[in-house]
C-alpha cells in the first residue's frame, strides 16, 4: 500500500512562498494522478491541484497564478510550490491520488500570517 509523508509547512508571511512536498513509498507512484489538497480550520478538505503521470496539470480558480504542482517520478515525490500566499491559504496541505483513494498523510501545515 502507497504511503505518503507530506512536508515543508511552515508560517510565512502574506505574499510570500513555500513549497511543501509530499514522498510516495512504493514503485506503482509513477502511474497515480496524484493531487493536493487542503484543509482549513473548520472546512471541508477541497482538491487544490492536479498533476497527471505525464506532467498535465489543473488548479481550482482560487490558486490559479499562485501555485505550481510538479512530481519527479525518480523520487517518487510530489510537490506544490505556493507563491503571492494570502491569508486564506492557510490550512494543512495534503498529498493524495487525483480520488483520494490512498491511505491520507498526516500533512503538514501552512500558516500566512503577519
Known amino acids: 500500500q502507497v504511503q505518503l509523508v507530506e512536508s515543508g509547512g511552515g508560517l510565512v508571511q502574506p505574499g510570500g512562498s513555500l513549497r511543501v512536498s509530499c514522498v510516495a513509498s512504493?514503485?506503482?507512484?509513477?502511474?497515480?494522478?496524484m493531487a493536493w489538497y487542503r484543509q482549513a480550520p473548520g472546512k471541508q478538505r477541497e482538491l487544490v491541484a492536479i498533476?497527471?503521470?505525464?506532467?498535465?496539470?489543473m488548479y481550482v480558480d482560487s490558486v490559479k497564478g499562485r501555485f505550481t504542482i510538479s512530481r519527479d517520478n525518480a523520487k517518487n515525490t510530489v510537490y506544490l510550490q505556493m507563491n503571492s500566499l494570502k491569508p486564506e491559504d492557510t490550512a494543512v496541505y495534503y498529498c493524495?491520488?487525483?480520488?483520494?483513494?490512498?491511505?491520507w498523510g498526516q500533512g503538514t501545515q501552512v500558516t500566512v500570517s503577519s
Open positions: 512504493g514503485s506503482i507512484f509513477t502511474i497515480y494522478t
Open positions: 498533476i497527471t503521470s505525464t506532467g498535465s496539470t
Open positions: 493524495n491520488d487525483r480520488h483520494g483513494d490512498l491511505s
